[in-house]
Each structure stands twice: as C-alpha cells, then as structure tokens.
C-alpha cells in the first residue's frame, strides 16, 4: 500500500516537472518592451544589508531615469535575485536573470557570488558593470567592469600611504574567511615596507561579536589597519575605548563607509580614517543629493557606498547607451545581451568618462578595473 | 508467487522513474528543448538525491544522527574538483570526471571511515555533535589554504562540466547510489545494519560485527557524498568553503526527515521537492520580495512536519491521504507477507538518541493518563 | 598580566555561552528535543532591547521587557510548533525548531530591515573599567561573569529545592512516572520554555552589552556554540551545561591569542570537543547511560 502511494506520488512528481517545462521560454530578448538591468546579490542573510542597499539605489536610479523619459521613451527595469552571499546559488540567478530578458547587468554584490557570475557572464557574453563586487578577479574577462576598486589596489594604496607615514610596528585586523578583507590584506602586506613590524589579528565569520582577545593583542599599536566592513568596524571600536590607545589611528578602505551612521564616532577618541570612494558624511553636492534621496524612499540604516556605488552603475550603463544612441548606433529594446555587450565593452574602454556619486570623470581600464580617485577621508579627528 | 512479484516490481520503480526521466530529460537537453534554468534544476536536484539517499544510509537506517554530511561533500567537492581541474585538460573533461568522482569518493569514505571510528564509541547526540564538528574542522581547514592549493577564502576554480548533459551525469550517479543503497539494505547485510539500529545489544549478542557495519556504512555513505561533492564543484566554476558549514549539512537532515527515516523513496522525493522548491522561491521571489522566501519555506516545513508526525492528526491523516484512498481503489488488504525488511515505521525507532526509549513509554494519544486532563482534575 | 586578562576575558564569553547552553539543556532534558531555534529567542530579546533602549531608554527595563517578550515567544513557540509532535519522532521536532528559527529570522528581517542596529546596553561609552592592581577589566565583562554565575546558582537551587524544581528532575527522569505521581507535565515542560527563554533573553543583554551591533543572525552562531557547550557539559546536566560554556569561552579566546591560530580558531574549538568526546563519551558530567537489552 505505501509502496502505492509512493508510485503515485514519483509519478506525479515527474510529470509535474515535465509539464511546467512546458510553461518556460527560453532566454532571449526578443519579447522585452522596457531594457532589462540583472543583478543578483545577497537579499536575506547576514550580508543582505549590502544587496538590499544595491537593490533600493538601483533601483531609485532607474525610476529617475524612467520618470525623465527613459532612453528615447524606453524604460529600464530591474531584476534582483537573491544569492544570500552563496556562491552555488548564482547559477540558477543567471539562468533565470537570462529568461526574463537581461541585457546588461550589475553583475554580483559580492565577490563570492561574484566569481562566479564572471564566468558564466562570459559564457553567454552579457556586460556587467559590478557596484562592489570587488575581488581582483572579477573584471577576468572583456565583459566585467568594476566600479569600486579592486582589493588587490586597495591595498597596493594602502600600503604605500602607510610607508609614507615613518612607522615602525603597525596593528591589522582583518577577517580571514573573507575574500574583501583578505584580499586587500594579502596585496597590502606584499606592498609594506619590509621594516615595518606587523602585529596581525584576525577574526572569522564565526566570532563577530567578541573582539576582546585581538584587542588586548593589538594594544601597543598606535596604526591599525583594519581592511573590514563596518559591522565589525563599529564593534572592534566600541569594544576598544579605554583599551587601546586614544592617540591610535584606524585605518580602513571603503568597508569602513557606513560607520557613520552605525555609531556616534564623537565617543570614539581614536582617529577614524579611510581610503575610499564615498563618504556618505561629505559634501559634495553629488553626495549630498544622493543621501538625501536615499534618505527620504528608504531608511537611511541601509544607506553606504554600495548603495552610492549601485546608483552610479545604473546611471553609468544608461549615459553610455545614451552615449551611443546619439552616436547613431542602433540599441532596440529587444537588442540581445550580446549585441550589447559589444557594444558596452567597445564604450567603456574607449574615452567613455563618467562623474557621479562616487567620483568625477571616473574611467575604466582596458582590463576592466575602475580609474578614479581614490580619497582619504578623516572620519573624525584624535581626540586631544 | 505473486505476491513476491510484485514486490519486486515494487524494488524497482523508482529506478524505472529516475531512468525515464533521465532518458526524457535527455532527449529535450540534447534537442535543445530544455531552458538552462531547468538543466541547473535538475543538476542540483541529482546531487540532493545522492546526498539525501546516503545520508538516509547513516540516519535512517543505521539510527545515527550526522550533522556533518556537508563535511564529507567539502572534502569530495575540494579533492575531487580539484582532481578534474588537473586532468580535465589532459585527458579531457569526462574521463577526468569519472576520475574526479573515484578521487573525490574515495579520500570522503577514508573520512567517513576516521568519523566512523568514535561513532563506535559515542551515541546520539554526542556522535552528532562530533559529525557536526568534523564538518566544520573540514571546511574552515580549505578556508585556510593558499590561493595556490585550494584557493583559500576566493574558493578554488573547478572545471564546469557543460549543464546540456552535466545533470545526465548526475541522474546517472544516483541511480548508481541507489543501486549500492538499496542492494546493501535489502541484503542480510542491511538486515544486520538496521538490527544494529534497533538495538545494538542484541544484535551484537547474535553475532553481528557491529564495528564493521557501522564502519561500512559511514564509509559508504561518506563515498556518495564526496560524489555529490564532486558533481557539485562540476556544475560550478569555484568551490567555496563556507558553503559546506553545519547549515548546509541540516538542510540535506531536513530532506532526509521529511522523507521518511528508513524510506529511501521518501529520501528522493523530499530531496526533489525541497530543491525545486528552493530554486523556485529563490528565482521567483525576487527583489523586495525576496524576504518571503524564508518564511515561506518555514510555513511549509512546519505544516508539513506537524501534518506528517503530529500523533494528534494521526486519525485525520489516515483518512484523507493518497495511500488509503488509493487503497481503497484497490480493495486490497495489507499482506504480512508483503512487508518489507528495510520499512521502517520512523515513529517507531529512527534514532538512537537517547531519548527514544523515554518517549515511547511517553504520553500517547491513547494514555488514561493524559496530563492535561490530570491537570484541570487537580485545579 | 595578559594572560590573565585572556582568561578574564574567556570566562565572561564562556559564560554567556553557558546563559544559553543552560536552556538548552534544560529544553533537552525535559522535553527531550534540540530547539535549534533557541538562539533565535536571544535575537527577539535583542530586539525587544532595541526598541525599549531607542524609545525609553532604561536598559534595565529593557531588559525586563526582554524576558517577558522571550518568555511569551518561547511558550507560544512551543505551544504552537512542539506541543502538536509531542510523542512524535524527536527529529521531527528537529525539523520544527529549524522551521521556527528560518521563520523567526526572516519576520526580523521584515519588521527591522537587514541593517545592522546598535544597542548601547551601557550607553555609547560602555560602563568603563575596573582596576585591580595593573589588571585593568572592562566592567561588562565582570558583570556578565558575575551574573552568569549568580544566575547559574539560583538555577541550581531552584532546581534543587523547589517544588517545581524537583518536578522538572521527576520529568526528565522518567515522564511517565511523572506523571503517574501527578505531575503536570504539560505544564513543567511549558516552564522549562519559559525558563530557557529567559536565560536567552539574559543571554542577549550580555552579548550585546559586550557588542552592540545587533541582526537578524545574532542568534545563529552563539546558539550553536552554546548547543555544543551543553553537549560536552554532558547534555540534560545543569552544572554541565554551565562547564562546558565556559570551558568553550575559554578555548576560543586563548585560540585567538595564540599566534597565526587566529584564523583556525573555529577548527581548534571543535577539535577539542571531539578530543573531550572521546575521553568522555557523554560529556564532562554527563551520566553514563544504562543499556537496556
């Protein structure tokens, strides 16, 4: 009898899978009426703050851009897929990111996911300009372009500003399970001054929460280098007050963006500084208004620099298909992914220039890594 | 005469199943007609199945809990793909694969064989936590390796074995896993495995080899593993550590207790059903939706875990469900004789865990001494 | 001096870990499940501290708030989730908790958004230092290791001494005996819930007085560390539970001192358990198991 009923049910099963194949094109542009933006990032799980904060400014991006009449009257749409940081999770994302008709796309998030989605954008010839996915590998083929900074120069950067600065022993603390901080970390260490001493503590994925240990480690340090998201930033700082020196200096790279608005940095009596892109505290007009958008559509606990970054990817994408409509170059709403890739990658190598949130007259590499000015900013001064 | 027929047919129809499936499925890719989203689909639907079967090997039918099955596929997964990557170019993709698949097999059943070893000695809970704790040693050691060897926290890159015949492949593995499943269960091997289940003592005093079996079985369900290891570093360009964490080893616990403890077929299809599912919530469910996904498939599997096992629904269920009204299409009576060895009732004896022993003196539906009532008696 | 501090530092970790280790024994020895969504309840107490803390701002109301909010989630949880499978397979109930625990993170997500909130249990300086001799101990870390010990102690003698208590210990024992002597033991069970929450909502005011940042997965980690302290105490074991947390604590923060083991930090942890396991095959405390044939 129950041997019946599980024939029943593997009988049903299959054909259920079989029919719903039925119900399923395949992955062409042809019946698109609006240019389809894919990208697939971190949604839910412990990363989803940075998806979500592509997704909201993507996405406020393409409703401007659609409000002002689209490209010609065509209008954008965005499609996000959840990959909750995973990398086995992107396939699926891509193939049915390909179904719904992408053209072009933001690539990944994060640079997990991310390396994956490189390859198989490469496979089918879709141009993707990532907003932070920021892994050296990500631009490996003629179709990815960054718009961040790639870690390996990161921390090329830093390192050479660390030189400059006559130390002799330098605290880093960076999280070894993650490609971000480790890469940053691996490029910063084989660019250091082989004379500066290193006091080097990590943490993991598996303790975010108790820093006291690599605290206690890194308490003669006067420079700490600390190439790691703001979450853990925030942590590490308030655990350290009274313990580590007030006249210390944390240093970090375009992770440390959003701390501002995780704590009140005031009550941290260290300085605060950072080799970055995008200060949401700044003011410079093109940050300002955008915070302030940001702001008013959604909450600003969600607001960083790969909100900032995503917003500039969309409008990026969008002047150089401007760019090239008035360059007399044919762009239908059904153009392939391909078709337009070629374009793009043409575009984008070329004397394209783009000023935005995140940088004036930003342009990218032939090897697709992003040519802007990389700031230093001071999040708040030493207390005296 | 018949009745032994049929058991037979019965033996075999879900390799009927899976084979026509395959053969369809197939056909469509090769003709094109099947979208790459349902090639990537049926891939991981092939590698839950592998895992699920033999994780339901150890939990089901050896009665004991693993919360490490994840670690086996990591060491499948890294080893295994990183031996495809090497030969791939050499002596081409397939071959290459089939090497992958012994290599990666292979170093997971010496792995199952090392946490075989203190499952002689630890029982329940205690031997779950040292499953769970191997798996983490295992994938928090390829996090640390250099980018050369293992690609450390960027994840090593594996060859992607082409999706219009890679889940072919891998339909074809899980029929090879159930092959060496199910012969062994329905052996006096599997006989000897699932007396140890339901008491060891015993079956230790008629003669069993206990260490062997229990060694066998964590070795052979360690080896399937490591296969869907490989396979799954062959559907991907990387492998990436974190992946193989103790969530991903409770995900495939899930499938195999939503099956059925002891009922392979049930192993299948929960396994099918919960990747479909997956990848349906997670590519249909986008954008601002995305949220849901999770409490969607919480709703489910709490409804169904409690529909399923809730001794209070016991009545219900047997009423209004497609085994008794098919049943009663059939007017056929239950047979002792057509019993089967490795069915397992799962309320009966799933696991050793200790406590077990406790609930089944416990409070049933049918007790005079229901605690509630004594309750309102004494207010 | 550092060494010192190291261990300090440890035994405080160590005994968060055993707030949350001890209501999963307790949950384990009575009702005989792992309520994997245990950790959860310490992310709804965060939470609720949260919310007190950003509209009223008295971290021990908050506090209290916590307890209660975690008590009524823990008993609807069970009430609601559990109580339907009592008698089922215990893995089925496994597969509830799990359920929950994805439900429980996933309405977080909804209701307070992904980003990560800062919960200044101490407020935005912490609570400063205490100095004994050239020690120098950060106050939080002597107040959770206080109050964890103290919290352990009334447990015990509550256990111990009280009339629920020892029913709690007739339950574990033997729950149809329990019941034959006129234990409610619907009702102890639904106790040890409310029990076990609030350890976790405890559980949660210390982690976040210690690190304020506060998500939906706060839970996620701590509660599985917990769920392995409370095993190599020896599971369903009081004082167990409480060993085990601080024995855990503290072998993850001298890993974390010790020179490039930093990064295996997770490795050594669990590879000391399965060392301990294997001495021990029930745990530190736990109680040899009688074999019936």
């Known amino acids: 009898m129950k041997t019946m009923f599980k024939k029943a049910f593997a009988v049903v099963l299959a054909a259920a899978m079989l029919l719903t194949l039925a119900a399923c094109g395949g992955g062409n542009t042809a019946n698109n009426t609006e240019y389809v933006i894919g990208v697939s990032g971190p949604l839910t799980g412990p990363a989803a703050v940075y998806g979500v904060a592509v997704q909201n400014s993507a996405q406020m991006a393409i409703e401007e851009i659609n409000a002002a009449g689209g490209l010609d009257g065509i209008k954008f749409k965005l499609e996000a897929m959840d990959d909750k940081h995973d990398a086995t999770k992107v396939a699926a994302n891509f193939a049915a990111l390909m179904e719904k008709g992408m053209q072009v796309s933001l690539g990944t998030v994060t640079t997990a996911p991310g390396l994956e989605f490189t390859k198989l954008s490469n496979d089918d010839k879709v141009f993707f300009l990532t907003p932070s996915a920021s892994g050296d590998k990500i631009p490996e083929f003629d179709n990815g372009f960054q718009m961040c900074f790639a870690d390996g120069n990161q921390g090329a950067v830093a390192a050479k500003f660390v030189n400059g600065l006559g130390l002799d022993k330098i605290g880093i603390f960076y999280k070894s399970d993650d490609p971000y901080s480790k890469g940053i970390f691996d490029q910063f260490k084989a660019n250091l001054d082989k004379g500066i001493a290193t006091v080097e503590t990590v943490f993991t994925a598996a303790n975010e929460t108790d820093f006291s240990a690599q605290i206690t480690e890194l308490k003669d340090c006067d420079f700490i280098f600390m190439p790691i998201y703001y979450q853990p930033a925030s942590v590490f700082m308030t655990q350290a007050k009274g313990v580590l020196k007030n006249n210390a200096t944390y240093y970090g790279c375009d992770g440390f963006d959003g701390l501002a608005g995780q704590i009140d940095l005031t009550t941290i009596p260290q300085e605060v500084s950072m080799l970055s892109h995008f200060d949401a505290t700044s003011d410079a007009q093109a940050t300002v208004d955008f915070v302030k958008k940001y702001t008013e559509k959604y909450s600003a606990e969600t607001l960083n620099q790969f909100g900032a970054s995503a917003y500039d990817c969309v409008y990026a994408i969008f002047n150089a298909m401007k760019e090239m409509k008035a360059a007399g170059k044919d762009i239908p709403v059904t153009i392939s992914a391909e078709e337009l890739y070629t374009l793009m990658k043409d575009h984008f190598t070329g004397d394209f220039s783009y000023s935005g949130v995140t940088g004036n007259d930003i342009t990218w590499e032939d090897n697709g890594y992003v040519n802007k000015a990389a700031v230093k900013f001071t999040l708040k001064e030493a207390d005296k | 005469m018949a009745a032994k027929k049929h058991i037979k047919w019965s033996h075999y129809i879900n390799y009927a199943v899976i084979s026509l499936a395959t053969i369809i499925l197939g056909v469509l890719s090769i003709v094109g007609a099947l979208p790459a989203s349902y090639q990537i689909i049926f891939e991981n639907i092939a590698i839950a199945i592998t895992l699920a079967v033999s994780l339901s090997m150890v939990v089901g039918f050896l009665g004991e809990l693993s919360l490490g099955h994840a670690g086996f596929m990591c060491v499948g997964a890294y080893l295994g793909g990183k031996t495809v990557y090497l030969l791939a170019p050499v002596i081409g993709e397939i071959p290459a694969l089939l090497c992958g698949f012994v290599v990666g097999g292979a170093l997971a059943a010496v792995c199952g064989i090392v946490i075989g070893l203190p499952a002689l000695r630890l029982r329940g809970d205690y031997l779950a936590i040292v499953t769970l704790a191997f798996g983490e040693i295992v994938w928090s050691i390829f996090m640390n390796t250099s980018e050369e060897t293992f690609g450390g926290a960027l994840g090593m890159p594996t060859v992607r074995i082409d999706r219009d015949y890679l889940f072919v492949i891998a339909l074809v593995v899980v029929l090879l896993c159930l092959a060496v499943t199910q012969n062994l269960i329905r052996s006096k091997h599997g006989r000897a495995i699932t007396s140890i289940r339901d008491n060891e003592i015993a079956a230790r005093a008629t003669g069993i080899n206990v260490t062997k079996y229990k060694l066998a079985v964590f070795a052979i369900s360690a080896f399937f593993a490591g296969v869907a290891g490989v396979l799954m570093a062959s559907s991907n360009y990387t492998v990436q550590s974190q992946k193989f964490n103790y969530n991903y080893s409770i995900e495939i616990l899930v499938m195999v207790v939503l099956g059925g403890m002891g009922s392979i077929n049930g192993s299948i299809i929960a396994a099918a059903l919960i990747t479909f599912l997956d990848i349906k919530l997670q590519t249909v469910l986008t954008g601002e939706l995305a949220v849901l996904q999770d409490l969607v498939y919480a709703a489910i599997l709490i409804v169904i875990v409690i529909y399923n096992n809730a001794p209070g629904l016991k009545t219900f269920r047997e009423k209004y469900n497609v085994k008794s009204l098919l049943g009663k299409l059939h007017n056929k009576k239950h047979d002792p004789a057509n019993a089967r060895d490795d069915e397992a009732k799962w309320d009966r004896v799933p696991t050793k865990i200790q406590m077990d022993e406790v609930l089944s003196v416990d409070v049933q539906v049918k007790s005079p001494y229901d605690p509630d009532k004594a309750g309102k008696g004494d207010n | ?293």
């Open chain 3, 1 to 293: 001096m550092e060494i010192i501090e190291t261990l300090i530092n440890g035994l405080s970790l160590g005994g968060t870990y055993a707030m949350i280790a001890l209501g999963y024994t307790m949950v384990y020895g009575i009702a005989k499940m792992l309520n994997f969504a245990h950790g959860d309840i310490i992310m709804v107490g965060g939470y609720t501290l949260f919310v007190t803390l950003s509209t009223m701002g008295m971290p021990i109301l908050g506090l209290a708030l916590a307890v209660v909010v975690c008590v009524v989630l823990g008993v609807t949880v069970e009430k609601v989730a559990y109580k339907p499978l009592r008698g089922a397979s215990p893995l089925a109930v496994l597969i509830t908790a799990i359920g929950v625990s994805y439900l429980l993170q996933s309405l977080a997500q909804i209701i307070f958004s992904s980003a990560p909130r800062m919960v200044y249990v101490g407020g935005q300086d912490g609570l400063g230092f205490v100095t004994i001799g050239s020690l120098k101990i950060q106050k939080h870390i002597l107040i959770t290791l206080v109050c964890s010990v103290v919290i352990m102690v009334v447990l015990s003698l509550f256990v111990k001494y009280t009339k629920i208590g020892r029913a709690m210990i007739a339950v574990s024992e033997d729950k149809g005996a329990a019941q034959l002597m006129g234990i409610n033991v619907n009702m102890i069970i639904t106790i040890t819930f409310a029990i076990g929450s609030a350890l976790a909502a405890f559980a949660g005011f210390f982690m976040l007085m210690k690190s304020p940042s506060l998500t939906n997965t706060l839970g996620a980690m701590p509660g599985i560390k917990a769920f392995t302290a409370a095993v190599i105490g020896g599971i369903g074991s009081l004082p167990g539970a409480m060993l085990g947390g601080l024995f855990i604590g503290l072998i993850e923060t001298i890993a974390q001192v010790v020179p490039g083991m930093g990064a295996y930090t997770v490795a050594i942890e669990f590879l000391v358990l399965i060392i301990v396991l294997l001495v021990r095959p029930t745990g530190i405390l736990g109680k040899k198991r009688r074999e019936k044939v």
